[in-house]
């Protein structure tokens, strides 16, 4: 699917860049990300080396590269690259993972919805931090669709508010980031989006979802059979999903009702867990909950408690 591309901006435009955050990226995922910019600026933050064919995929766009020799966890990636993005004078930042695939034009027709959603006349709940895509999966590639959380609150035309837009698709507003603050780069993966979004709900700022623009998204690891979620991921991501649920319900600005659900989510994957998982399983989940009621955050390796294997 593409979209029309918008007209020749005025200087007085806002200004649009694309950002992405990469860890050994697949190069083959990356020549698709830049196919879709339409020469549209790329940031982009290495959390590691960076090898040539990924650097060649990028060369094929207007890219600037910023690399640490070390992977310092997707929320310090983002958080730096955003910066660079304000320095250079953008507006706007299309937040993207390193398998995104926007099509053709999606930029320019996100940032028309954003300009169009914070216009006088536009009735919302909140000024809009985030104007996303809808994220489908892929066809025939066996990953399942992500569920929204919606929010029940006024939002502009053509869009429904959200509690939060993930990171994959999602057209930042630099002035937002400002007032709302950056990621929670002791997060180091796993539910920066959501803390982030519940975070701008509280200071003024909302998240909002045009469900007829639509992007491709790989959530998770592809399925196998009917296998539930929890028993695909890796075990070091089960330990950065259970400690940072956990983190995340203790904060004041998360609604009681976000927090009753995904606890409760969390038990019932416990559970799954302890049923099903193979030997050892149940460790990164212990680990995660132990960090997180000590406080214990950032990347794995600096924490206590009981390590996960893998």
């Not at 959530?219 to 070091?236: K, V």
């Not at 659900?261 to 399983?281: D, E, F, M, Y």
Request: glycine share 10%.
């Amino acid at each position: 699917m593409s979209y029309p591309v918008a007209p020749t901006r005025t200087p007085s435009a806002p200004r649009a860049c694309a950002v992405v955050v990469v860890h050994k990226p697949d190069p083959r995922h990356l020549a698709r990300l830049v196919a879709g910019l339409d020469g549209v600026r790329l940031l982009t933050f290495a959390n590691g080396p960076l090898e040539d064919g990924a650097r060649a995929a990028l060369a094929a766009v207007q890219v600037r590269i910023e690399e640490s020799p070390v992977n310092l966890g997707l929320g310090a990636g983002l958080n730096a690259i955003v910066d660079r993005a304000r320095a250079e004078g953008f507006s706007h930042a299309l937040l993207l993972d390193q398998d995104s695939e926007p099509a053709p034009g999606l930029v320019a027709a996100l940032l028309r919805r954003h300009v169009a959603a914070r216009s006088p006349q536009a009735a919302r709940s909140a000024d809009p931090a985030v104007v996303a895509p809808a994220l489908a999966p892929p066809a025939g590639e066996g990953y399942r669709p992500i569920r929204y959380a919606w929010r029940a609150a006024p939002a502009p035309p053509g869009l429904r508010a959200v509690d939060f837009a993930p990171t994959s698709g999602s057209p930042l507003d630099l002035a937002a980031f400002e007032v709302v603050g950056p990621f929670r780069a002791d997060f180091f993966i796993a539910g920066l989006d959501v803390e982030w979004g519940f975070r701008a709900w509280s200071r003024g700022w909302g998240s909002y979802v045009a469900p007829d623009l639509v992007m491709p998204h790989r959530w998770g690891e592809p399925a196998q059979g009917r296998a539930p979620q929890i028993l695909r991921h890796a075990p070091l991501r089960n330990y950065y999903y259970a400690r940072n649920v956990l983190a995340t319900a203790q904060l004041a600005h998360v609604p009681w009702g976000w927090r009753a659900r995904s606890c409760a989510t969390l038990a019932a994957q416990i559970a799954v867990l302890a049923l099903k998982g193979g030997p050892g399983a149940l460790r990164p989940i212990r680990a995660g909950l132990a960090d997180a009621l000590a406080g214990r955050m950032g990347a794995f390796a600096e924490g206590g408690g009981e390590r996960p294997a893998g």
